[in-house]
């Protein structure tokens, strides 16, 4: 039971988040209008304060069956007119049609309210299961509403070379939808059936874990695609603002005779290694760039010393007073750099992020995580969906 009603408060809070993020950027998303973001938090929010309740109030009472099926009623009409903005591409909010679509809902609603409040019965009637009755009709009807105007819009137009990626991703996305609202329907089905033959209320768990799990699985899926998560329209200039990371050694190194040795050590060196300086630089960047030296794990500064014939001591001087970074900030970016050339070229179609970390030199996943979002300014699987978007929408 606990876990029931944790997941009840996971579900909620998630949503609720998901919900308010979606709505900044809605005005440029064509996947997410008004009306889903108005469904997502309507029903979050009834999850979460259930949650809260369940969680923190042990005397609360629960619901009804009657009462959390006539909550479908109101959310219903939220989801075909998601689905009949989304087939028609309408973008606005449209007050009049939102109003002509909930004068019914809200009768119902009304209704249902009065009746299982001041438990209005007959000797030979029940209104309860009348009006239960018109709940699953009244969803029923909304459901086939939707189905129909998705499908025909939708699921069953051919594709243009242009648009097949968005138009693959949007069917599997109303498809998903449609999946979820059907369970939660049948799941309102299944409590009148037996609410009729049993005449009694299911417990808890016959209802409440349909909806939060469904709840779970859209906002996942919505987090999983920035296409759906941020819209065409900012994921494009997102994509063309980050989609490369060019290593630039000349933010790296600064030339200059300048240079004041602060000990009589680096004072003897000064003479033998200014002259070579740009030498030594040119090698550095040939062999880290073509040699992929920077990716083994173990590697020091006695290692690229040895590998270009440099005495160790010219290359601490040279890190010393012709470097804006120490060695080891030039491995993080560099190994950052390998990172990023392996994601190109699809090295996380058959691998995981952890294995690209340790491919690359990092000793786990964590500080490859930290030193990828300081370098390039995302995660990486953010870079990873953003340059994978981007092939597939172009």
Known sequence: MILLKILLFISGILGLIVSIILSKNYKSNKIINIYFILFLLIVSLRQLIIGIHYLYFENYSQDSSFEQSTFLILVLPL???????????????????????????????????????????????????????????????????????????????????????????????TKLLTISILLIAIKHLFLFIMKIFNNEEPALFTYHPVTSIMILIICFKILYNPEIFYGYSFLNSKINKNQHFDLRFDNIWHISNNVTPKNQQDKALQNKIESNILKYIEQIEKTVLENDLLAKSDITINDIANKLNIPKSHLIYLFKYHSNVSFIELKKTVRVYYATKLIHDNFLKANTLNCLSKRVGFSSYDPFYRSFKEVTGNSPIEYYNLIRVNELTN
């Open 79 to 173: 989801i075909y007119l998601y689905f009949k903005n989304l087939s028609m591409e309408i973008e606005s909010f449209n007050g009049v049609e939102f109003l002509k679509i909930y004068i019914f809902p809200v009768l119902l609603f009304a209704t249902i309210c009065y009746q299982t409040h001041f438990m209005l019965q007959h000797e030979y009637i029940r209104y309860d299961l009348i009006l239960y009755l018109i709940q699953v009709v009244f969803s029923m009807v909304y459901l086939f509403l939707c189905f129909e105007k998705i499908s025909k819009k939708k699921w069953l137009t051919k594709e243009s070379s242009t648009k097949k990626f968005q138009n693959s991703l949007l069917r599997k996305w």
